[in-house]
Protein backbone atom coordinates (compact mmCIF):
# COMPACT_ATOMS: atom_id res chain seq x y z
CA UNK A 1 0.00 0.00 0.00
CA UNK A 2 0.81 3.76 -0.61
CA UNK A 3 2.97 4.25 2.48
CA UNK A 4 5.48 7.02 3.75
CA UNK A 5 7.63 6.04 6.57
CA UNK A 6 9.25 9.16 8.74
CA UNK A 7 12.64 8.88 10.83
CA UNK A 8 12.19 9.43 14.72
CA UNK A 9 12.38 12.31 17.13
CA UNK A 10 15.15 14.66 17.13
CA UNK A 11 16.46 16.49 20.26
CA UNK A 12 18.74 19.92 19.38
CA UNK A 13 20.44 22.98 20.63
CA UNK A 14 19.57 25.78 19.90
CA UNK A 15 21.82 26.87 16.60
CA UNK A 16 22.21 23.18 15.07
CA UNK A 17 20.32 21.74 12.43
CA UNK A 18 18.35 18.45 11.93
CA UNK A 19 17.70 16.31 8.66
CA UNK A 20 14.23 14.47 8.79
CA UNK A 21 13.68 11.81 6.33
CA UNK A 22 10.29 10.34 4.71
CA UNK A 23 10.72 7.39 2.38
CA UNK A 24 7.74 6.47 0.14
CA UNK A 25 6.93 2.90 -0.79
CA UNK A 26 3.84 1.25 -2.51
CA UNK A 27 3.99 3.96 -5.70
CA UNK A 28 6.00 5.52 -8.41
CA UNK A 29 7.85 7.65 -6.16
CA UNK A 30 8.67 10.46 -9.32
CA UNK A 31 4.92 10.47 -10.26
CA UNK A 32 3.63 12.66 -6.74
CA UNK A 33 5.04 15.78 -5.01
CA UNK A 34 6.34 15.60 -1.43
CA UNK A 35 4.57 18.17 0.64
CA UNK A 36 5.92 19.44 4.22
CA UNK A 37 3.82 20.41 6.66
CA UNK A 38 4.25 21.96 10.26
CA UNK A 39 2.65 21.56 13.49
CA UNK A 40 3.61 23.19 16.24
CA UNK A 41 2.51 21.99 20.19
CA UNK A 42 -1.24 22.43 20.04
CA UNK A 43 -1.25 24.53 17.24
CA UNK A 44 -2.54 24.14 13.65
CA UNK A 45 -1.21 22.93 10.40
CA UNK A 46 0.76 24.89 8.57
CA UNK A 47 1.97 24.21 4.81
CA UNK A 48 5.66 24.98 4.50
CA UNK A 49 6.09 23.84 0.84
CA UNK A 50 6.98 21.23 -1.87
CA UNK A 51 9.12 19.62 -3.84
CA UNK A 52 8.66 18.17 -7.35
CA UNK A 53 9.92 14.94 -7.47
CA UNK A 54 10.99 14.84 -10.99
CA UNK A 55 12.90 17.57 -10.99
CA UNK A 56 13.74 18.17 -7.52
CA UNK A 57 13.01 21.44 -7.76
CA UNK A 58 11.65 22.75 -4.24
CA UNK A 59 9.21 25.62 -3.26
CA UNK A 60 8.82 27.15 -0.33
CA UNK A 61 6.24 28.78 1.48
CA UNK A 62 6.73 32.47 2.90
CA UNK A 63 8.60 31.95 6.18
CA UNK A 64 10.49 28.84 5.49
CA UNK A 65 12.58 30.14 2.96
CA UNK A 66 16.43 30.23 3.83
CA UNK A 67 16.87 27.80 7.18
CA UNK A 68 14.92 25.32 5.82
CA UNK A 69 15.70 22.77 2.71
CA UNK A 70 13.88 20.32 0.83
CA UNK A 71 15.97 17.26 -0.84
CA UNK A 72 15.55 14.07 -2.14
CA UNK A 73 17.38 10.90 -3.13
CA UNK A 74 15.21 9.26 -5.76
CA UNK A 75 17.40 6.25 -6.61
CA UNK A 76 16.02 5.23 -2.30
CA UNK A 77 12.04 7.17 -2.99
CA UNK A 78 12.94 9.05 -0.10
CA UNK A 79 12.75 13.04 0.62
CA UNK A 80 14.34 14.89 3.50
CA UNK A 81 13.40 18.62 5.60
CA UNK A 82 16.35 20.26 7.12
CA UNK A 83 16.48 22.79 8.94
CA UNK A 84 19.54 24.72 10.14
CA UNK A 85 19.64 27.28 12.62
CA UNK A 86 17.37 25.94 14.83
CA UNK A 87 15.34 27.97 17.16
CA UNK A 88 12.81 27.14 19.73
CA UNK A 89 10.35 27.99 17.81
CA UNK A 90 11.07 25.41 15.54
CA UNK A 91 9.73 23.05 18.05
CA UNK A 92 7.11 20.79 16.37
CA UNK A 93 5.62 17.66 14.73
CA UNK A 94 7.03 17.85 10.83
CA UNK A 95 4.86 15.91 8.49
CA UNK A 96 5.68 14.51 5.17
CA UNK A 97 2.47 14.37 3.01
CA UNK A 98 2.20 13.33 -0.98
CA UNK A 99 0.32 15.20 -3.56
CA UNK A 100 -0.73 16.17 -7.12
CA UNK A 101 2.37 17.74 -8.75
CA UNK A 102 2.38 20.24 -9.62
CA UNK A 103 0.53 21.49 -7.27
CA UNK A 104 -2.62 24.21 -7.82
CA UNK A 105 -6.43 24.63 -8.01
CA UNK A 106 -7.12 20.61 -7.32
CA UNK A 107 -4.71 19.43 -4.23
CA UNK A 108 -5.09 17.19 -1.26
CA UNK A 109 -2.70 15.71 0.50
CA UNK A 110 -2.66 12.07 0.84
CA UNK A 111 -1.08 9.94 2.40
CA UNK A 112 0.41 11.47 5.50
CA UNK A 113 3.80 10.13 7.14
CA UNK A 114 3.70 9.43 10.98
CA UNK A 115 5.41 12.86 11.48
CA UNK A 116 9.06 13.86 13.35
CA UNK A 117 8.65 15.70 16.35
CA UNK A 118 11.71 17.85 16.24
CA UNK A 119 12.37 18.94 19.92
CA UNK A 120 14.65 22.48 20.34
CA UNK A 121 16.11 23.30 23.84
CA UNK A 122 19.35 23.95 25.55
CA UNK B 1 -3.61 33.41 11.87
CA UNK B 2 -5.04 30.89 9.00
CA UNK B 3 -6.07 31.87 5.88
CA UNK B 4 -9.22 30.02 6.61
CA UNK B 5 -11.49 30.23 9.23
CA UNK B 6 -12.84 27.71 10.91
CA UNK B 7 -14.75 27.67 14.27
CA UNK B 8 -12.53 26.23 17.25
CA UNK B 9 -14.81 24.07 18.76
CA UNK B 10 -18.12 22.19 18.45
CA UNK B 11 -19.47 19.40 19.90
CA UNK B 12 -22.79 17.16 19.48
CA UNK B 13 -24.43 14.02 21.18
CA UNK B 14 -23.58 10.58 19.97
CA UNK B 15 -25.88 10.07 16.65
CA UNK B 16 -26.49 13.30 16.07
CA UNK B 17 -25.51 15.66 13.08
CA UNK B 18 -22.66 18.01 13.17
CA UNK B 19 -21.09 20.89 10.52
CA UNK B 20 -17.88 22.56 10.28
CA UNK B 21 -17.11 25.56 8.53
CA UNK B 22 -15.01 26.97 6.41
CA UNK B 23 -14.84 30.19 5.39
CA UNK B 24 -12.22 31.85 3.08
CA UNK B 25 -11.97 33.99 0.00
CA UNK B 26 -12.35 34.10 -3.65
CA UNK B 27 -8.10 33.71 -3.49
CA UNK B 28 -8.72 30.00 -2.21
CA UNK B 29 -11.60 28.17 -1.45
CA UNK B 30 -13.85 30.68 -4.04
CA UNK B 31 -11.72 29.30 -7.25
CA UNK B 32 -10.30 26.50 -6.30
CA UNK B 33 -10.62 23.00 -4.30
CA UNK B 34 -11.10 21.81 -1.00
CA UNK B 35 -10.10 19.17 1.01
CA UNK B 36 -10.72 17.89 4.75
CA UNK B 37 -8.73 16.28 7.20
CA UNK B 38 -9.04 14.48 9.99
CA UNK B 39 -6.41 14.45 12.80
CA UNK B 40 -6.93 12.32 15.97
CA UNK B 41 -5.32 12.56 19.45
CA UNK B 42 -1.71 11.84 18.88
CA UNK B 43 -1.76 10.77 15.13
CA UNK B 44 -0.99 12.54 11.71
CA UNK B 45 -4.28 14.25 9.95
CA UNK B 46 -5.87 11.91 7.59
CA UNK B 47 -7.28 12.71 4.18
CA UNK B 48 -11.30 12.73 4.70
CA UNK B 49 -13.20 15.01 1.49
CA UNK B 50 -11.03 15.64 -1.62
CA UNK B 51 -12.31 17.84 -4.50
CA UNK B 52 -14.80 19.22 -2.36
CA UNK B 53 -17.24 16.47 -1.96
CA UNK B 54 -15.58 13.30 -2.61
CA UNK B 55 -14.83 10.61 0.10
CA UNK B 56 -11.55 8.60 -0.77
CA UNK B 57 -12.19 4.42 -0.78
CA UNK B 58 -12.58 3.77 3.19
CA UNK B 59 -14.26 6.84 4.63
CA UNK B 60 -17.58 5.98 5.33
CA UNK B 61 -20.91 8.31 4.03
CA UNK B 62 -21.32 9.38 7.23
CA UNK B 63 -18.82 12.48 6.10
CA UNK B 64 -19.61 14.86 3.03
CA UNK B 65 -17.99 17.75 2.05
CA UNK B 66 -20.11 20.66 0.45
CA UNK B 67 -18.78 24.44 -0.65
CA UNK B 68 -20.59 27.77 -1.47
CA UNK B 69 -18.81 30.48 -2.79
CA UNK B 70 -15.83 31.39 -0.74
CA UNK B 71 -16.92 28.57 2.24
CA UNK B 72 -16.61 24.94 2.49
CA UNK B 73 -18.79 22.77 4.56
CA UNK B 74 -18.24 19.03 6.60
CA UNK B 75 -20.86 17.49 7.72
CA UNK B 76 -20.95 14.46 9.96
CA UNK B 77 -24.06 12.47 10.66
CA UNK B 78 -24.32 9.63 13.20
CA UNK B 79 -21.72 10.73 15.26
CA UNK B 80 -19.73 8.15 17.12
CA UNK B 81 -17.27 8.56 19.96
CA UNK B 82 -14.37 8.05 17.25
CA UNK B 83 -15.25 11.27 15.61
CA UNK B 84 -13.97 13.08 18.38
CA UNK B 85 -10.82 14.57 16.61
CA UNK B 86 -9.50 17.81 15.18
CA UNK B 87 -10.69 18.51 11.98
CA UNK B 88 -9.03 20.88 9.41
CA UNK B 89 -10.07 22.13 5.65
CA UNK B 90 -7.56 23.08 3.17
CA UNK B 91 -6.83 24.24 -0.18
CA UNK B 92 -5.00 26.38 -2.40
CA UNK B 93 -4.58 29.92 -2.24
CA UNK B 94 -4.02 31.28 -5.58
CA UNK B 95 -2.70 34.60 -4.40
CA UNK B 96 -0.21 33.21 -2.35
CA UNK B 97 1.09 30.28 -4.49
CA UNK B 98 0.81 28.39 -1.84
CA UNK B 99 -1.25 25.38 0.53
CA UNK B 100 -3.33 27.10 2.85
CA UNK B 101 -5.15 25.18 6.08
CA UNK B 102 -8.01 26.86 8.31
CA UNK B 103 -7.03 26.70 12.33
CA UNK B 104 -8.52 23.78 12.86
CA UNK B 105 -11.98 22.51 14.76
CA UNK B 106 -12.00 20.11 17.77
CA UNK B 107 -15.09 17.93 18.07
CA UNK B 108 -16.35 16.52 21.02
CA UNK B 109 -18.96 13.96 21.08
CA UNK B 110 -20.65 14.18 24.38
Known amino acids: QVQLVQSGSELRKPGASVKVSCKAS????????INWVRQAPGQGLEWMGW????????TYAQGFAGRFVFSLDTSISTTYLQINGLKAEDTAVYYC???????????????WGQGALVTVSS | QSVLTQPPSVSAAPGQKVTISCSGS????????VSWYQQLPGTAPKLLIY???ERPSGIPDRFSGSTSGTSATLGITGLQTGDEADYYC???????????FGGGTKLTVL
Open chain 1, 97 to 111: ATSKQPLGARNWFDP
Open chain 1, 26 to 33: GYTFTNYA
Open chain 1, 51 to 58: INTNTGNP
Open chain 2, 26 to 33: SSNIGNNY
Open chain 2, 51 to 53: DNN
Open chain 2, 90 to 100: GTWDSSLSAGV
